[in-house]
């Protein structure tokens, strides 16, 4: 609905090809640049004037440019998806800053930064404009009405976000939304969450969480042999009696003390790039683990939850307010690497809750299925069933 959608697609196969470009240049041109070092360690002159130094050099360069573009692109499309769900949420139309921000973990600058980045290259269907003397995000004129499925009663918006119908108590509350000659309903799945953490977790995370203690232990040994690797090779590579004993010893096809130190000095400089090869990847699966860890927290007690709205400080790693910036920061961390499904982080009334089991329905009618085509309006009248697709309006 605010995406574009066939430009992302275009952008995400230009970063598949800028990802494969960009590996291969940084690949090839370290290890030509890493097996002139290690050959000619004792003079750097002749590694400085070699004709393949300055291709590598640009060559490197190239390829983290590559990467860096592609990455920066990537995080930034995860973003933009981040908004678009959120304004698709929105029943309102107005949409401050400093909630989104608040939703986001980000400050209010980045948000305001990135909205005015993001209509431009990858968003749609909004504008900035001031309302009541402060800038705020103004979406396509909406209608909507919010109903409850159990007993039908029409409620106001701001009954709906309390997951609670006033009139039987039911938390089987939709809405219907009218946005831009397109028509979606948003309503909620709590019956497939209810002591089923899975539905809010990532399928067998337990396994997951498992496998990334295993890569961790991987990765630390790996670590741990580079660096091995490299106090060996330095303190044979200074030891006199070690290479008087190789040179003597008949056994090697070494025929002077610097081809024998070249060797030493080529078997360093891999251990080092192997150990520093898996600093990142250590950090990496740690922060995973951690992502995981909350993931499997939350999903259980999401799943003990009788409404589809819960407050976020009530959230097992944000009752403790001391650790509570923290702990919403690592929710968002899991919601990002998808460990968990199924929820959102909404602002409603000014307070900051979670939405669950929230499934947003497009251009499909709320009462039989059937798919809506063309042009709605608030008459529209479905052409299978013939329901009123909206009935009782209310215009913001």
Not at 11 to 18: C, E, G, M, T
Not at 130 to 151: A, D, G, I, P, W
Not at 179 to 196: H, L, P, Q, V
Not at 354 to 372: F, M, N, Q, R
Request: charge should be positive; include cysteine.
């Amino acid at each position: 609905m605010y995406l574009r959608e066939k430009r992302i697609r275009i952008l995400k196969v230009k970063n598949v090809i800028l990802v494969v470009f960009g590996l291969f240049f940084v690949a090839v041109s370290v290890g030509v640049m890493v097996s002139l070092i290690s050959f000619y360690h004792d003079d750097l002159e002749t590694v400085l004037k070699a004709r393949a130094t300055p291709d590598c050099v640009k060559a490197t360069i190239l390829g983290v440019i590559f990467l860096l573009i592609a990455g920066i692109s990537r995080r930034l499309i995860g973003e933009a998806n981040i908004y678009s769900s959120y304004f698709e949420g929105d029943l309102s139309g107005y949409i401050k800053y400093s909630d989104l921000a608040e939703v986001t973990g980000k400050s209010t600058g980045m948000v305001k930064l990135q909205l005015h980045l993001f209509r431009r290259i990858y968003m749609k269907g909004y504008e900035l404009e001031m309302v009541e003397q402060t800038e705020q995000v103004v979406l396509n004129s909406k209608k909507c009405m919010c109903e409850c499925r159990h007993c039908g009663a029409s409620i106001e918006k701001r009954i709906y976000f309390t997951g609670v119908c006033p009139y039987c108590g039911s938390s089987d509350l939709f809405a219907k939304v009218l946005s831009d000659s397109r028509f979606y309903s948003i309503r909620n799945e709590m019956s497939e969450g209810i002591k089923n953490p899975e539905f809010y977790s990532l399928k067998n995370i337990k396994v997951k969480k498992n496998l990334f203690k295993l890569y961790l232990c991987l990765g630390a040994s790996a670590l741990a042999i580079g660096v091995l690797i490299c106090l060996e090779n330095l303190a044979a590579y200074n030891n006199k009696e070690y290479l008087k004993e190789v040179l003597l010893s008949g056994k090697s096809h070494y025929s002077s003390y610097e081809l024998i130190k070249a060797e030493i000095m080529d078997s360093i400089i891999w251990g080092a790039v192997l150990a520093l090869a898996f600093v990142p990847v250590i950090i990496n699966r740690g922060k995973k683990i951690k992502y995981i860890f909350v993931a499997d927290d939350c999903s259980q007690y999401f799943s003990q939850c009788k409404t589809p709205f819960v407050n976020a400080e009530n959230l097992p790693v944000a009752k403790n307010e001391s650790n509570r910036k923290t702990g919403l920061k690592l929710v968002r961390g899991a919601l990002r690497q998808h460990y968990l499904s199924n929820c959102t982080f909404e602002k409603h009334d000014g307070v900051l809750k979670v939405a669950l089991a929230k499934k947003i329905v497009k251009d499909e009618c709320p009462s039989c299925g059937g798919p809506i085509v063309g042009a709605v309006d608030e008459q529209y009248q479905c052409r299978y069933c013939g329901t009123v697709i909206m009935g009782v309006v209310h215009k913001k």
